[in-house]
């Protein structure tokens, strides 16, 4: 099997310091953000990592985008790891790797009009003229559902759709194999997140683009992706392919997710109760399996040892003690 993306055993911490007499400052501890995450997305592909906020998703992607340096694990792009490859051979790959923030506003700066915004990934890595560049951006533009005359507007003309829109332009101009998508409709209201899911949904086949897509919504990830990684506290807890999470979700934390997504019709009743508690603190997180704290079913082994990812059923990976016991 040939991957666009491999993510091996990658490991981010965060140090977290306390000062002490208020001056000198100690570490305390370590914010597990990212713990040994692996997964895989195939070309033309579209893996969506869904989790509680806090999860470790966006530091998941920052790392794969190079936003975030990871302290271990691998990176493997077109089979080459991202993480030892020279400034050269990186800039190459960088082009590949486009993203796509959650606020577009603030992705894009205020002062340049969105024309300009969205030719400047061609101007950093490409000798194109800037009459090249301008037809470029005009045909991206239509692409995404805007007009030409757009070009010399400014983005606080625009609405948060349309600044999307924008965003999923200049993610585009340099035609990349892989966009990471940071809950890129998050802050949009429902009519305006279906619109721009779809816009993506078309972009990726005509592009056969890869995505991985971050949310925090269930039904946005179920909405948009072939196959799901559910994390918890910088862990992967669960990876199948859409149809088999959302029709046998095995690991109860994917189960209390599904749960959570509002059903249409009040009198239906849920499979599963949906998730209670809160999220303890990554700085200190439960011993064993992290998510014993909120689990009806954590037993004994669940406190001591770390359930690992396993292959239950065909391409259905689960970590939970649960189902590696019976
Ligand atoms: Fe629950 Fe134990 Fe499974 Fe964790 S390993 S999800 S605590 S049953």
Same mark, same amino acid.
């Given at each position: 099997?040939?991957?666009?993306?491999?993510?091996?055993?990658?490991?981010?911490?965060?140090?977290?310091?306390?000062?002490?007499?208020?001056?000198?400052?100690?570490?305390?501890?370590?914010?597990?953000?990212?713990?040994?995450?692996?997964?895989?997305?195939?070309?033309?592909?579209?893996?969506?990592?869904?989790?509680?906020?806090?999860?470790?998703?966006?530091?998941?992607?920052?790392?794969?985008?190079?936003?975030?340096?990871?302290?271990?694990?691998?990176?493997?792009?077109?089979?080459?790891?991202?993480?030892?490859?020279?400034?050269?051979?990186?800039?190459?790959?960088?082009?590949?790797?486009?993203?796509?923030?959650?606020?577009?506003?603030?992705?894009?700066?205020?002062?340049?009009?969105?024309?300009?915004?969205?030719?400047?990934?061609?101007?950093?890595?490409?000798?194109?003229?800037?009459?090249?560049?301008?037809?470029?951006?005009?045909?991206?533009?239509?692409?995404?559902?805007?007009?030409?005359?757009?070009?010399?507007?400014?983005?606080?003309?625009?609405?948060?759709?349309?600044?999307?829109?924008?965003?999923?332009?200049? #993610?585009?101009?340099?035609?990349?194999?892989?966009?990471? #998508?940071?809950?890129?409709?998050?802050?949009?209201?429902?009519?305006?997140?279906?619109?721009?899911?779809?816009?993506?949904?078309?972009?990726?086949?005509?592009?056969?683009?890869?995505?991985?897509?971050?949310?925090?919504?269930?039904?946005?990830?179920?909405?948009?992706?072939?196959?799901?990684?559910?994390?918890?506290?910088?862990?992967?807890?669960?990876?199948?392919?859409?149809?088999?999470?959302?029709?046998?979700?095995?690991?109860?934390?994917?189960?209390?997710?599904?749960?959570?997504?509002?059903?249409?019709?009040?009198?239906?009743?849920?499979?599963?109760?949906?998730?209670?508690?809160?999220?303890?603190?990554?700085?200190?997180?439960?011993?064993?399996?992290?998510?014993?704290?909120?689990?009806?079913?954590?037993?004994?082994?669940?406190?001591?040892?770390?359930?690992?990812?396993?292959?239950?059923?065909?391409?259905?990976?689960? #970590?939970?003690?649960?189902?590696?016991?019976?």
């Amino acid at each position: 099997m040939s991957y666009l993306l491999k993510v091996s055993q990658l490991k981010k911490y965060f140090p977290v310091k306390k000062y002490v007499f208020g001056l000198i400052p100690k570490k305390k501890g370590d914010i597990k953000a990212v713990d040994n995450v692996s997964f895989e997305i195939k070309p033309g592909e579209c893996f969506g990592l869904v989790g509680e906020t806090g999860s470790g998703k966006t530091t998941t992607a920052r790392c794969i985008v190079l936003l975030e340096k990871p302290d271990s694990g691998k990176i493997e792009f077109e089979g080459q790891n991202i993480l030892s490859m020279s400034r050269k051979d990186l800039k190459k790959v960088k082009r590949n790797i486009q993203m796509i923030f959650q606020d577009p506003y603030t992705s894009l700066n205020p002062r340049i009009p969105i024309g300009k915004s969205i030719g400047e990934p061609l101007e950093l890595h490409t000798d194109m003229s800037s009459q090249e560049i301008r037809s470029e951006v005009v045909t991206m533009l239509k692409e995404v559902g805007l007009s030409p005359l757009h070009y010399y507007r400014y983005p606080a003309e625009f609405s948060g759709g349309q600044r999307q829109r924008i965003s999923i332009a200049r #993610a585009l101009i340099l035609k990349p194999k892989l966009i990471v #998508a940071d809950e890129p409709v998050s802050s949009l209201d429902v009519s305006i997140k279906a619109k721009i899911l779809n816009l993506m949904k078309l972009l990726q086949t005509k592009y056969n683009l890869s995505y991985l897509i971050i949310s925090h919504e269930m039904s946005v990830i179920r909405f948009i992706s072939h196959r799901i990684g559910v994390m918890y506290l910088g862990k992967i807890m669960e990876i199948a392919d859409k149809r088999s999470l959302f029709e046998n979700p095995m690991h109860p934390y994917t189960k209390g997710l599904i749960s959570s997504i509002p059903l249409p019709d009040p009198e239906r009743k849920m499979k599963t109760a949906p998730l209670k508690g809160t999220l303890p603190s990554p700085i200190n997180p439960p011993s064993g399996c992290r998510f014993r704290t909120r689990c009806e079913y954590a037993k004994e082994i669940c406190e001591k040892e770390v359930p690992q990812l396993i292959e239950v059923e065909d391409g259905h990976y689960v #970590a939970c003690h649960l189902l590696q016991c019976s």
